[in-house]
């Protein structure tokens, strides 16, 4: 039996973790639960779960949780360090990273530190500090969450690293594809929140319609599998079948397949280096008909390129792209900038930062705070 902590057990990885665990309840204890706001949903967890620890960031809203479970059993923390604290005291193996944004990042550092098995959908804590993270890990420490870096993980195991040639990331293109380019900065949020085909959160969702999505996984891919940028190519692949493949020295393709549901990646994550049944969408090849790919317009989609340059500087860069993407992503939902200023505000902000090529932490979080402030400054 192992144990596990979700951090953001709320959202759609969050929620897709817990469906895992209860099909698997004979090898998975819930041991702790997390959520920023949604208080009510995570009460509901709370009670069929029965964790030891729940963390809620808002610390008004926690008191409300508590007051629902005076004299039970768990363990209440909250405030902005509760992640972290829940990470240190709870007893688990796994650490299942499912927060959005920069937040994640000391909690993913807390957990290499305690030797828990980190399974990481949270993106950004590689993209903003990868090398620090990456140095304090062991082999086979981190296990990754997202689709293509699970398809690439996976993919692998048919041979040794110093036999990979390149990886080939998968994107589905997110719904503005085969959109006009010229149309493109009228777009509106209702439009860019419709996914062609995963149901995810709002964050990351707009990221998918900019392509910002794929310039995380790149860096992200960079850093947990130690390539450099010119071994990490992307392809437009609208059917999401193939999550993703490797290329190795003899010309040999290893892809990962399978119909496009989360809970694949992260219940391989989670039972590791062994494979559990899991009820899936049948996987039909003749009623698919055909796989189609393309190549990725980087002109109408800038962010990519963004990427590209993350992965090839390092330092601070990551951590400025990360930062001043949340905040330009959100400026876009509240309707103070347009869908191709995202990008455009988020390379301006990169282009004037403090280059640090070895940043510590203190560094990259005064990189983090910087980011947030200038882009603030671009929506005035
Ligand atoms: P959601 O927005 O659906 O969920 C985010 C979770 O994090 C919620 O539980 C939320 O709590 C919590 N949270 C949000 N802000 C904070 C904060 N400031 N402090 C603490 N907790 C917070 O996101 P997703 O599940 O879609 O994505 C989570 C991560 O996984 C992201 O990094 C994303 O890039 C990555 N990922 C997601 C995929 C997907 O299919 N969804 C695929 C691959 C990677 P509350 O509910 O209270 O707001
Ligand atoms: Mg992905």
New binding site residues.
Partial sequence: MKKIVV????????K?TLEVARNLKDKFQVVGL??????E??AEQVEEFKPRYVAL?DGELAKKLQQRFQGTHPEMLAGNNC?QEMVLNCNADIVVS????A??LPAAIAAIERGKTLAL????SLVMAGHIVMSLAKKDQILP???EHSAIFQSLRSGKSCEVKRVIITASGGPFCDYPADKLPDVKPAQALKHPT????????I?SATLM?KA?EIIEAKWLFGLTAEQIDVVIHPQSIIHSMVEFCDGSVIAQMGSPD?KVPIQYALTYPERSPLRVKGFDLPALGSLTFKKPDAEKFPALRLGYQVAREGGTTGATLNAANEVAVQAFLDGQIKFTEIAMYVEKVISHHHFIKNPCLEDILAADAWARQEMKKCLI
């Fill in positions: 951090l953001g057990s709320t959202g759609s990885i969050g897709n997390s959520s920023n706001s949604r208080w949903l995570l960031c992640l499912a927060v959005v944004g937040v994640g959908a949270n993106k950004e969450v997202d689709s995963w149901q995810m959160g709002q964050k990351i969702t990221d999505n995380l989360m």
